[in-house]
């Protein structure tokens, strides 16, 4: 349960020992806390070198100290770092000191960043954002989640929020004050223009969430084909490592094996499948199994088939292209492939990565980071979106309905940020009107 009268703390760097070990405070005790362990008084925003001691006058370690008070700071309360020697012995004695101060507990997880969004220096989307920067692993991982944790991607949806309360306040007033002279008349015409494209615009912005979860998430592609066709040989020599078992048995990859590549700055997952055959042995069974259902939820599928024997008329799943392997070995397969590889003399690797690539940014090229990433987005658009294509289409009903159809939408699209704003209608009202005067 998060209660904003105590005052948080945590180690807001890595885990010690560290060169550098940063502890943060938040809540109304800092300045108390503050005043009692390094007794200076703090310029704001200014690095301070201060030794740190208890209670008794101790000192604990000498430390870079910064001050922000609210609300100019990350939660919106009074906040203090400090920047400490990064030694186990020296957080756990810092620990022990602020445990013993009334009011004073350390953090829960994400409860700075609740803090932040509870008073309003961020909302949902800048803290997934902030959350995706520090798990970011590619180059497109980050620019992505700088998008989000910046603002960009809510920018776009409050400015639709805008658009929405604008329109639900020139409808309100045609229906509550048709007699004033501020309201013109037949205001709503101007509604649905706009709604007509606001419609537009979420539905394109939703057309690019499979991008977004692509970047953020992982490009997935399965390697499949039949038993001994090479597909643990090519993963391995893929990332460079040896992540599968390679032996000259079929059968020996059993379940779906999995690992992340960076191509490009795109995240891509790997997967290495078993071999695709009709058996009676139950576990291989199980294994193939598994197989197609990963081949059926990817974004790409390598189908491999050994070129060194004449393959049987066997089945490419539909969309796969097709990767001839061992090419260093006489060739006996007739079949045409889209790329032939050998993983004992790396012939084609560098072409499969450059294919792969290309797939890759045939279907992720977005023109701006502010995209959606979440199933959590696109279910809340979607809702947006269904609730303003019926007020559009709703034309036999009376204003008031549709009126309450926008409502639904901006609801929906406010549960996206964190920020469902219905009290400022009335003064979208009241401001462009001047009802009342």
């Known amino acids: 349960m998060f209660d904003h009268n105590h005052t948080i703390y945590a180690l807001s760097s890595g885990a010690v020992p560290a060169g550098v070990a940063v502890v943060r405070l938040s809540g109304p005790a800092v300045r108390d806390v503050a005043n009692r362990m390094i007794g200076d008084v703090l310029t704001p925003r200014h690095a301070h070198l201060r030794p740190i001691r208890t209670r008794n006058g101790l000192i604990l370690d000498s430390a870079l100290v910064l001050f922000f008070p609210a609300p100019h700071s990350f939660t919106g309360e009074d906040v203090l770092e400090l920047h400490l020697h990064g030694g186990r012995a020296v957080v756990e004695a810092l620990y022990a000191e602020l445990g013993s101060f009334p009011d004073l507990r350390q953090a829960m997880a994400g409860e700075f960043s609740r803090r932040a969004f509870e008073n309003g220096k961020l909302d949902l989307v800048e803290i997934e954002g902030l959350?995706?920067?520090?798990?970011a692993e590619t180059e497109m991982q980050r620019r992505l989640a700088v998008e989000h944790s910046s603002g960009g991607l809510s920018a776009i949806y409050s400015s639709w929020a805008e658009r929405l309360t604008r329109g639900r306040a020139l409808i309100e007033a045609e229906l509550d004050f048709p007699d004033e002279d501020d309201v013109p008349g037949s205001v709503s015409d101007q509604v649905w223009a706009d709604m007509s494209r606001l419609a537009e615009e979420i539905e394109a912005h939703l057309g690019q969430s499979a991008q977004g979860e692509i970047i953020r998430d992982g490009f997935k592609i399965v390697i499949a084909g039949e038993p001994n066709a090479g597909k643990s040989s090519l993963m391995n020599a893929l990332v460079r490592r040896d992540v599968a078992i390679v032996t000259e048995f079929a059968g020996t990859t059993r379940d779906v094996l999995s690992t992340d590549l960076n191509i490009d700055g795109f995240l891509v997952k790997l997967f290495d499948t078993a071999g695709l055959r009709e058996t009676n042995e139950f576990v291989e069974r199980e294994g193939i199994r598994r197989a197609r259902i990963a081949i059926g939820e990817a974004d790409l599928v390598l189908y491999l088939e050994d070129t060194s024997y004449q393959p049987e008329a066997a089945t490419v799943p539909a969309g796969a292209l097709c990767i001839g392997t061992k090419s260093d070995l006489p060739r006996k397969s007739a079949r045409e492939y889209v790329l032939t590889v050998s993983t004992e003399t790396g012939t084609g690797l560098d072409e499969l990565r450059a294919l792969i690539s290309g797939?890759?940014?045939?279907?992720?090229?977005?023109?701006?980071?502010?995209?959606?990433?979440?199933?959590?987005?696109?279910?809340?658009?979607?809702?947006?979106?269904d609730a303003v294509r019926s007020a559009l289409t709703g034309v036999d009903h009376g204003l008031d309905v549709r009126a309450e159809e926008l409502r639904v939408?901006?609801?929906?699209?406010?549960?996206?940020?964190?920020?469902?704003?219905?009290?400022?209608?009335l003064d979208v009202i009241f401001g462009e009107f001047c009802i009342g005067k």
């Open 359 to 385: 797939q890759l940014r045939a279907k992720v090229n977005p023109q701006s980071m502010a995209i959606p990433t979440r199933a959590r987005h696109t279910d809340s658009l979607s809702l947006c979106l």
């Open 131 to 135: 959350a995706d920067l520090i798990a």
């Open 409 to 425: 939408a901006a609801d929906a699209l406010g549960r996206v940020t964190g920020r469902v704003d219905v009290e400022n209608l």
